[in-house]
Every structure is written in C-alpha cells, then in structure tokens.
C-alpha cells in the first residue's frame, strides 16, 4: 500500500498515526480531514519534520502492518511459498 491508496483505509491509518505520534490527540487527527496530504502538511508544522521523513515513517508503518495482515491467526505467513 502507498500512501495514495491509504486515504480509501482512513480508520486505519488515524491509528497508525498514533503509533507513530503517541502524542496526536483525536482533535490533530480532525484537522488532517481524511486527507494523506492535509495529514503530511500538518505533521510536517507540527513536528518540523520534512515531507520525506513523514512519508517514510507512515511507508514503514503500513509496510509492517501490510505484513501482518499477511499473517494468520496462528502467526503462520500465509504468503511462503512450498517447495
């Protein structure tokens, strides 16, 4: 997933967010208003980080939740291939 295609899964990534930035309140995540580029401009005022370092943090955080998703219950990845 990219971050284009995380807008449609919103929900998602406002938790996400809050992994990432313990501190965001519900009222931060308001204001990003389900925007993936309303969100990069806001955490960039608030953190001063640059758009890069934003994209890379919430691209790690959804590769490693990608991955999970990958995984049943049993912690088996669904994804090995059977030689």
Same mark, same amino acid.
């Given at each position: 997933?990219?971050i284009?295609? %995380?807008?449609? $899964? !919103?929900?998602?990534?406002?938790g996400g967010?809050k992994e990432i !930035?313990s501190?965001?309140t519900?009222?931060d995540?308001?204001?990003?208003?389900?925007s993936?580029?309303? %969100?990069?401009? +806001?955490l960039q005022? *608030? +953190?001063?980080?640059t $758009? &890069?370092a934003?994209? &890379? $943090?919430i691209?790690a !955080?959804m590769q *490693?939740?990608? $991955?999970?998703?990958?995984?049943d219950?049993?912690?088996e990845d669904?994804n090995?291939?059977?030689s």
């Amino acid at each position: 997933m990219n971050i284009d295609q %995380a807008e449609g $899964k !919103w929900e998602q990534i406002k938790g996400g967010f809050k992994e990432i !930035w313990s501190d965001l309140t519900d009222s931060d995540l308001g204001k990003m208003k389900g925007s993936m580029q309303e %969100a990069v401009g +806001y955490l960039q005022e *608030k +953190y001063g980080d640059t $758009k &890069e370092a934003i994209e &890379e $943090k919430i691209n790690a !955080w959804m590769q *490693k939740n990608s $991955k999970d998703e990958d995984n049943d219950e049993d912690g088996e990845d669904n994804n090995r291939r059977v030689s």
